[in-house]
Structure formats: C-alpha cells, structure tokens
C-alpha cells in the first residue's frame, strides 16, 4: 500500500476511534483553540510532542524546527507572539534530545552542503565554538548530548529577550521550561525553569 493511502486510513480510524470516545470532541476543537502550552521542539520525526506528552487534539501549540531553535526570523516570532498574545499560553517548553541531527551536523568543522541549513544552525555553532574546550573533552555522543543541553539553555536565553514573554513573565502568567528528551527511554528531563520570581534550575548531567 502506498504510504500516502495508508496515512490516509490510518486518519480516517483516528477520526473514528476519537469521535466514538467523545462524540462532542470534534465540534469543540472546530470552534476554537486554547492549549495552556506553547512546544518549540525539533523536527526530528522520532519526537512527536504530543505522542511523548500523552497530550490530545488541542492540548499543545507546536512549533518544530531543526534543533529547536528560537530564531528572530518572521515564522518563530510570528509563533511567538500568537501564543502569548492571543492564546495567553501560561507555560513555553523549549525541548531538545538525544542523538539530534542538526547538533551533530553543527559540531562537524565543514559545511553541511545547504547554505539554508548552515544559517540555520550558525548559532549552535557558535556555542560549539563557546564550548570548545568542554566539548573537547567528551566522546562524539556525549558532545550531541551536552551541545543539545547548552542549546537549550540559550534558547530558553533568548526567550527572555522576547518583549511579550518578557512581559507576560513579569505579570507572572508564564514559565519557562528547557527539557531533553531520551530517545533511549522515551523519557523528558527538565533541565532549567524560570518564572518571575526566580530561577529553578536542574542538574543537568548528561544521560545516555
């Protein structure tokens, strides 16, 4: 069977299998949206945000992208402001993993052949190059680990500079969170939490 047809059975028995289950679901997703959290995670097809949340239709607002980046360019910003200011989300979860293509492509020395990749991830190698002598002194996969820890942490860095996160923070109506997903274990780790009125940070020692 081809794949395309198979997605499209495989809808229309999620359709079925959800409206049997709760026959009003369908109508109260149609009439509008307010999910409590906004998900900024990778693309990576082996980190479905809301398969590893046990979240349903409704529940998180995604934003996915190579290596979970927070960037300034008009889609992420446009993300931005559409979860704080209009849907007033209360937490942003900003989550990495382990064994990310697009932390490892950014710590090989050459480029990965795409001008559009390479822009990109030009600031995760920038941490590489902040980290140099850390990472120097990791294995290959404990490098993707603590580079995917780091980036995290300047994601969640660079939320802080967000004129409406910042705001809403201030008001005391969103936290912010840095996670790492295990695909070993299947697991989410929080590594840092900041709210208004302090810094909640967790030891992030790198897991395997």
């Keep these: 069977m081809h794949s395309i047809d198979r997605i499209l059975l495989e809808n229309a028995a999620w359709a079925s299998e959800h409206h049997e289950a709760d026959p009003e679901l369908f109508a109260r997703l149609s009439s ?32 996915r992208n190579i290596a979970n980046l927070v960037s300034d360019q008009r889609d992420a910003q ?57 990472l120097a002194t990791l294995d290959e996969q404990a490098q993707v680990i603590r580079l995917s820890e780091l980036s995290v942490q300047a994601q969640i860095d660079h939320l802080l500079e967000h004129p409406l996160v910042r705001q809403a923070m201030d008001q005391g109506t969103l936290t912010l969170h840095g996670m790492m997903y295990s695909l070993h274990t299947g697991r989410l780790r929080e590594l840092v939490r900041k709210t208004s009125e302090a810094v909640k940070a967790v030891p992030a020692a790198s897991s395997h």
């Excluded at 900024?40 to 590893?52: H, M, N, T, Y």
């Excluded at 849907?87 to 050459?110: D, F, M, N, W, Y």
Aim: charged share 15%; proline share 4%.
């Design 32 to 63: 509008g949206q307010a999910p409590r959290v906004l998900w900024i995670g990778c693309s990576d097809s082996r980190v479905p945000a809301e398969s590893i949340c046990n979240a349903g239709p409704g529940d998180i607002f995604v934003f």
């Design 78 to 134: 446009a993300v931005l402001d559409y979860a704080v200011m209009v849907l007033k989300v209360e937490h942003i979860i900003v989550c990495g993993h382990h064994s990310c293509g697009g932390i490892r492509t950014a710590l090989q020395p050459h480029s990965s052949g795409s001008d559009c990749i390479d822009a990109h991830l030009a600031s995760v190698k920038t941490l590489v190059k902040q980290h140099a002598d850390e």
